[in-house]
């Protein structure tokens, strides 16, 4: 196996700094599964076709790559917001009225929703039913690299639809994906019919997008919501999870409310950034940074039928 040649250090600009903390947070807080933490301190993954290490120097983020991809810093930028886009709705989210989002959003400064591909959004979330992060890692790591096309150094992409569904059985159980091999599978046979799926889907509403998304085998309103805001970049988008039902259950106090209303909440409070809030929200949960709310709110009782 032939080693990563690697390029020099160099630094990566960002419109607003990343902290250790916020780093770390960033490439192994659920969002994506293909980054690890080095001896070294830098974080080394694959995104794409791109292989990268990133990490916090003492002038600010550093990042190499190998040699010979000459894409390889346009590809990261955009993965991490460099533009600062997501900066500046950050700012617009209404942490000022919410001390709840703005003790969030202080803990981890410079957060932001990884630009993925669709393609890697999808498989991630199709392995995420039922599995921590590090359970989930350790399926897509499989599934790279027993499908998946070489990079060196025994880094591998993410397998094509084809290489998913032509595999057999024994390769699928390997990567200890349990029932979700036939999600997988499913899917791949589903979106090989369909090549230019990823460009149809983006051309959608967030809506019908969604809609579109629980077509596919194992992909319901969670998985759909995780898709479109971490591959299809849509911000407005807003996963309920565990940790999103406790962290507005504690913190808001919207105790036994269902994923569907909180969802409806997120959105309706947190407005067309409402992801992100939820990026900061899932990150303080985590951690155990969030207030508890001395009174709960009663979930909405649903309108009588006329």
Known sequence: MTSVQWTTWRPLRLAEDVPVATLAEQ?????????????????????GRTLAAVRAGPQGLEWRGQKGATQAEEAMRRYLDAEGAQARLSEALPWRSDSVLQSARAAYPGLRILRQDPHEAL?????????????????VAALAAKLGEPLGGGFHALPSWQAIAGADDAVLRACSLGYRA????????????????????AALTTADLREELQSLPGVGPKVAACVALFGFGRLESFPVD????????????????KPAQLEQFGKAHFGEAAGLAQQYLFSAARAGQLPRAKVSVPSPRPRPRR
Request: charged content about 20%; aromatic content about 14%.
């Open 27 to 47: 490439m192994d807080g659920g969002q994506a599964f293909r980054w690890s933490l080095a001896s070294d301190g830098s974080w080394v993954g694959v995104f």
């Open 123 to 139: 498989i991630g979330f199709l392995c995420s039913s039922n599995k921590r992060i590090l359970q989930i890692r350790v399926m």
């Open 182 to 201: 036939a999600y997988l599978r499913g899917t791949a046979k589903k979106l090989l019919a369909r090549p230019r799926w990823a460009e149809e889907f």
């Open 242 to 257: 565990t940790w999103v039902v406790q962290a507005l259950a504690d913190a808001y106090g919207l105790r036994g409310w």
